[in-house]
């Protein structure tokens, strides 16, 4: 009777351990997805434009929203929900007066993107980022990805646009 608990006991043990060193399902090395976007999605500045966006206030930033093809035809098309591989750019620039064009104008009411601010990234994986809605947010500085207290905060603000999908930009035609 020892020998057989000692067995069970032995046995679960090496279960256990085994499954805290075990890689997860479609991640090397057992490393876990991050939560959020972790690198930028290559070939992003050759995809087609999708909207615009002023954000005034402390940000007051000029932004060009950017999509691969399934994003762009899913916008263009007016497909809710977004499928999986729809990849969403955000390129931010500080919004500055243009002085060659106003001084053309004669007054102040031409505004440029000057120097770039940040980039963000959606990316629907319904998989991979289940627990945030099905889509992936990512933040980029001087092409360095935010760390996740940064990052934190984006899922439950998107979470407010539950009828679009999480995604805020609608498509300018």
Known sequence: MKHCKFFLVAV????????????????????????YVTEIPQGYRGWKWISSAHEAGKLNSLGAVLGNDIAFNAFRDGKLPYPDGTIIAAL????????????IFGQVQSF????????????????KYAATGGWGFGHFQ????????????????????????LVFTRYAP
Do not use: R
Not at 94 to 102: I, L
């Open 142 to 165: 001087d092409g360095k990805p935010a760390d996740a207290a940064f990052m934190k905060p984006c899922f439950p603000c998107h979470e407010k646009a539950k009828a679009t999908d």
């Open 112 to 127: 440029v993107p000057g120097a770039p601010t940040n980039i963000q990234f959606m990316v629907k994986d319904s998989t």
């Open 92 to 103: 931010h620039y500080q919004n500055v007066p243009s002085d060659e064009n106003n001084k």
């Open 12 to 35: 679960a043990t090496i279960a256990g351990l085994a499954a805290l060193i075990a890689p997860v399902p479609g991640h090397a090395n057992g490393q876990s997805a991050a939560p």
